[in-house]
């Protein structure tokens, strides 16, 4: 189980305060909210890329901020918002990246390795690529390899910013599929309230640097909630194929 415990994160100054959360494994949580509201500095603290203002971040019981860089990559996966390639590498490399917490120092890629890498590839629907450069891929399709780079570390946490932002509707239907059914503990920042409401297991609202509201997308993504917190009228209706669809 993933928790947080008293999380403050921010720079010089607190930008989301007093987060108190869990995350067991299986679970899909998605985190909304409006621009700036603080969902991407939380996951750069969880990531370990800033260190938090205050509070408490553990796994199982395990301080994260005091994992080893080892430990903390065999435990944690993140996939970013923001899509760099400074190297001309093919997609099979890049996602193999994934796999250096699990080899011994200065080891090749093993037998395993490689398998790892080539489904998580299957995975994604970008086996196809496999030799090719990711500077000639697309956004979505360079995406959709930096998931399978994640899904590849096979870690038991996914952290997740923005993952479906370069991603058709089709394709990130997928995503959201693939998530939701790796029997993962998985925190993700979302945009698409719709994607959100039919994937995730729960959603947790941010407004004004707290925690809003936290609990199953029915009770949480209501008509009220949604004008409150993000200032947007629209409509909560049923789902034919399951769960909740908002219509603005």
Same mark, same amino acid.
């Given at each position: 189980?993933? %928790?947080?415990?008293?999380?403050?994160? &921010?720079?010089?100054?607190?930008? +989301?305060? $007093? *987060?108190?959360?869990?995350?067991?494994?299986?679970?899909?949580?998605?985190?909304?909210?409006?621009?700036?509201?603080?969902?991407?500095?939380?996951?750069?603290?969880?990531t370990?890329?800033?260190?938090p203002?205050?509070?408490?971040?553990a796994?199982?019981?395990?301080?994260?901020?005091?994992?080893?860089?080892v430990?903390?990559a065999s435990?944690?996966?993140?996939v970013?918002?923001?899509?760099?390639?400074?190297?001309?590498?093919?997609?099979r490399?890049?996602?193999?990246?994934?796999r250096?917490?699990?080899?011994?120092?200065?080891? %090749?890629?093993s037998?395993?390795?490689? &398998?790892?890498?080539?489904?998580? +590839?299957? $995975? *994604?629907?970008?086996?196809?690529?496999?030799?090719?450069?990711v500077?000639?891929?697309?956004?979505?399709?360079?995406?959709?390899?930096m998931?399978?780079?994640?899904?590849?570390?096979?870690?038991?946490?996914?952290?997740?910013?923005?993952?479906?932002?370069?991603?058709?509707?089709?394709?990130?239907?997928?995503?959201?599929?693939?998530?939701?059914q790796?029997?993962?503990?998985?925190?993700?920042?979302?945009?698409?309230?719709?994607?959100?409401?039919?994937?995730?297991?729960?959603?947790?609202?941010?407004?004004?640097?707290?925690l809003?509201?936290?609990?199953?997308?029915?009770e949480?993504i209501t008509?009220?909630?949604?004008?409150? *917190?993000?200032?947007?009228?629209?409509?909560?209706?049923?789902?034919?194929?399951?769960?909740?669809?908002?219509?603005?």
């Open positions: 189980m993933l %928790s947080l415990k008293n999380l403050t994160v &921010g720079y010089k100054s607190p930008i +989301l305060s $007093d *987060v108190n959360l869990t995350v067991e494994k299986g679970e899909v949580v998605g985190i909304l909210g409006p621009n700036g509201c603080g969902k991407t500095t939380l996951i750069r603290t969880l370990r890329f800033i260190e203002l205050s509070g408490e971040v796994l199982d019981g395990r301080d994260v901020f005091a994992m080893k860089p430990e903390f435990e944690f996966a993140a970013s918002q923001t899509l760099v390639s400074s190297f001309d590498y093919t997609a490399e890049v996602v193999l990246m994934g250096y917490c699990r080899q011994k120092t200065f080891a %090749s890629e037998e395993r390795d490689i &398998g790892a890498a080539r489904k998580a +590839l299957r $995975d *994604v629907g970008m086996d196809y690529a496999e030799s090719t450069a500077s000639k891929l697309s956004g979505g399709e360079f995406q959709r390899v998931i399978a780079r994640a899904l590849a570390q096979e870690t038991d946490v996914l952290l997740l910013d923005e993952p479906t932002s370069h991603l058709d509707i089709n394709h990130a239907g997928d995503m959201a599929r693939l998530f939701a790796s029997g993962k503990a998985v925190l993700a920042v979302m945009h698409d309230i719709n994607l959100a409401a039919r994937w995730c297991r729960r959603i947790v609202l941010i407004k004004d640097g707290a809003f509201a936290d609990g199953a997308p029915e949480v008509e009220e909630n949604i004008k409150s *917190v993000f200032d947007a009228d629209c409509s909560v209706i049923p789902n034919p194929r399951g769960g909740i669809c908002v219509v603005f």
